[in-house]
């Protein structure tokens, strides 16, 4: 309640500042007026009521002694019938009583106007009664009268004793109407108050506005001009008035107004462009970028920062602590040297990596720098700098895994080999010939084994270097056909079944023959590493139904689709996922140490210099299938291709050109 009141104070206190001396004293004027006639106005209504009361008091106390001094003969007689002729007369031949009650000794009602003692029964059903004083029957002379307020205006009730030979046989109640002149010269007196009063408050208003108009609008409006140039709002002018001594005050200040927007527009319009110039480049740069003031209070955070922290656009993040929006572990990182910075101990830049796990796990890097003024002791912020090394992380683990298998791949190899050798040289006369050949034959093996990583490492190398591949007509049964009998000797070996199913009459495709003799000597590979004896391995290829054509322009491009297809151990969904990334085993899982994790890389590699992608379907324990797209061949897609009759005949004129481009790239 007290800071209510306090509040409330100082509300007022403001406003009654704003007005102008003349206003005041014009407020104070009519407040005391007000006053004075609020008074009068009471004590003349007042006065009235006073006087109207005390004489509708003596009216009704001498109108009922009159009336009692009638009718308690009647009364006192038992005259009931003659007392109620007497009593409707007399009731109908005033106005002034509203209303005629008998009551005998114990109080008990037994005749009304204009209501009967029977009426009141047959409405009520109760007896009505009349509490008096005990001593009321002694007051002969002097009846007990009061004034209440009923829904049909003021009564005067006037209680008499009926009293007959010295006898009291009960009371008679009346109830008298106010004096009209009395009630008329009270409304009279509420008008012409109310008409005075709306007269001084129309006064006060008319006086008000003259005021506003003549000296508290342009003075206002002065001030509101200072205001805005204090601002730097050099554009601001004021109307002028139609005259007096402001209008030459008021033309100055605009002259002056105009001459300072003159003076500093260019410099103006120089550092707007300046800073949008430092907005535009702070808000599209790849880092995060955060600058701080020296309470570490936010000024400035692009857009990148806030992604990387998980602020949202609509949370109004400048001007708040940084320190409690940053997340936990960037603020156990960089709380300390924030306040080394700020205390001006640590002036080289500082560099913190990190993880964080929200709002997506990423690993950061955050520079932090000191900003200066004009000398070295004056600090002026710190810029920090955010960068998302996620990818360069993965990388380097990539690298560091990669290494690890390609040591272990190459030390093998060189291993058996040395071993060998080494042994056929120092033991070569003492051994049998085909201890001899056997050793040779290990030996050669594992050549193969080096040369075949060898060959992975450098195909990769060969794909994302860029180099230029030529795209031509080939033939899917042939290649088909050569990589089953590449493959031939190995499944016999493993006891696998090798299948062939290609459709007749299958078109040739667009593409490199070798490349995608890599792909079918790749997918097979794997799949006869992962099947069990008695499993086997299906080449499929077939042409698309034109329903499951994709539209690549005005009409659908005729493909083939070629699938390899093993009952071997699946692959877990977990691992569909990234079976395409680079050095990613799916057989350290299994339990081999067999292979590099470049052969499906590689194979993605070369899907998408075709302009076609590698899928999978997979389940465990019963089998792998992966598939991909080529497009059929068409010679005048070829001569389109090289320059000729590029406006004729063809579909897809661009098409070699983008295979080209993506063998480049």
């Known amino acids: 309640m007290f800071t209510l009141l306090k509040t409330l104070k100082a509300i007022l206190e403001r406003w009654w500042l704003d007005f102008t001396l003349q206003t005041k004293l014009m407020g104070v004027a009519t407040l005391v007026v007000s006053i004075v006639m609020s008074g009068l106005t009471f004590w003349s209504v007042n006065t009235i009521q006073t006087d109207a ?367 060998f050798i080494e042994t056929l040289y120092e033991y070569g006369d003492a051994l049998e010939p085909e201890q001899q050949r056997e050793f040779l034959e290990t030996a050669n093996r594992e050549t193969d084994r080096l040369t075949r990583l060898v060959n992975d490492v450098l195909d990769l190398s060969r794909l994302e270097s860029g180099r230029s591949y030529v795209f031509d007509a080939v033939d899917m049964n042939q290649a088909i056909e050569q990589t089953l009998r590449t493959c031939q000797l190995n499944a016999k070996d493993r006891g696998i079944t090798l299948i062939q199913d290609i459709e007749a009459g299958l078109p040739l495709v667009l593409g490199n023959y070798d490349l995608i003799l890599q792909v079918f000597a790749n997918l097979v590979g794997n799949a006869l590493k992962f099947t069990k004896a008695g499993g086997s391995v299906a080449l499929r290829a077939h042409c698309l139904p034109p329903e499951a054509l994709t539209n690549r322009g005005t009409e659908p491009t005729a493909k083939v689709r070629i699938e390899v297809v093993d009952t071997g151990i699946g692959i877990d969904a977990e691992d569909q996922e990234a079976i395409f990334d680079r050095f990613f085993r799916v057989e350290n899982r299994v339990h081999t140490l067999e292979g590099t994790g470049l052969g499906l890389s590689i194979v993605r590699n070369i899907m998408e210099r075709h302009q076609s992608q590698v899928h999978l379907k997979s389940e465990v324990g019963v089998g792998t299938t992966f598939w991909f797209d080529l497009m059929v061949f068409e010679e005048q897609m070829i001569k389109n291709g090289q320059g000729e009759d590029q406006n004729k005949g063809t579909e897809h004129p661009d098409l070699l050109k983008k295979l080209d481009a993506s063998a480049m790239n």
């Open 53 to 419: 009361r005390q004489n509708d008091t003596r009216f009704g106390s001498d109108l009922g002694l009159l009336l009692a001094a009638n009718v308690a003969p009647l009364v006192g007689e038992n005259q009931r019938t003659e007392l109620a002729q007497f009593s409707q007369r007399f009731y109908s031949s005033t106005a002034s009583i509203r209303y005629m009650i008998y009551a005998d000794p114990d109080g008990q009602i037994f005749f009304g106007i204009p209501f009967s003692n029977t009426e009141v029964k047959n409405s009520l059903t109760i007896d009505r009664r009349i509490q008096l004083p005990e001593d009321f029957s002694a007051r002969s002379n002097l009846p007990m009268v009061r004034q209440h307020l009923t829904p049909d205006g003021e009564v005067t009730d006037v209680f008499v004793p009926l009293i007959y030979k010295d006898k009291y046989y009960g009371v008679l109640a009346l109830g008298t109407n106010p004096n009209p002149s009395a009630i008329e010269s009270s409304q009279l007196t509420r008008e012409v108050t109310t008409a005075v009063f709306v007269s001084i408050w129309v006064m006060v208003i008319l006086g008000a506005v003259f005021n506003a108009l003549t000296i508290t609008k342009p003075i206002r409006d002065l001030l509101d001009g200072v205001q805005n140039i204090t601002q730097g709002n050099f554009k601001q002018r004021v109307d002028l008035p139609l005259g007096g001594e402001f209008r030459e005050l008021m033309s100055n200040f605009n002259v002056m107004a105009q001459r300072l927007q003159g003076y500093d527009e260019q410099n103006i319009q120089e550092m707007t462009a300046e800073k949008a110039k430092l907005d535009t480049l702070v808000s599209t740069i790849a880092d995060g970028a955060i600058l701080l003031d020296p309470e570490f209070q936010i000024l400035l955070a692009n857009s990148t920062a806030k992604h990387f922290f998980g602020w949202s656009d609509d949370i109004e993040i400048e001007g708040k602590n940084a320190l409690y929006l940053l997340p936990p572990p960037v603020q156990a990182e960089i709380t300390r040297p924030l306040y080394q910075i700020a205390r001006g101990e640590l002036r080289e830049e500082g560099v913190f990596q990190m993880v964080l796990n929200e709002p997506v796990k990423r690993n950061i890097r955050l520079l932090l720098n000191t900003v200066l003024g004009a000398t070295p002791e004056d600090i002026r912020g710190i810029a920090m700098t955010v960068q998302d090394v996620t990818r360069e992380a993965e990388l380097n683990e990539a690298k560091s895994q990669f290494i690890s298998n390609i040591s272990h791949e190459l030390r093998t190899p060189l291993f058996n080999i040395k071993s």
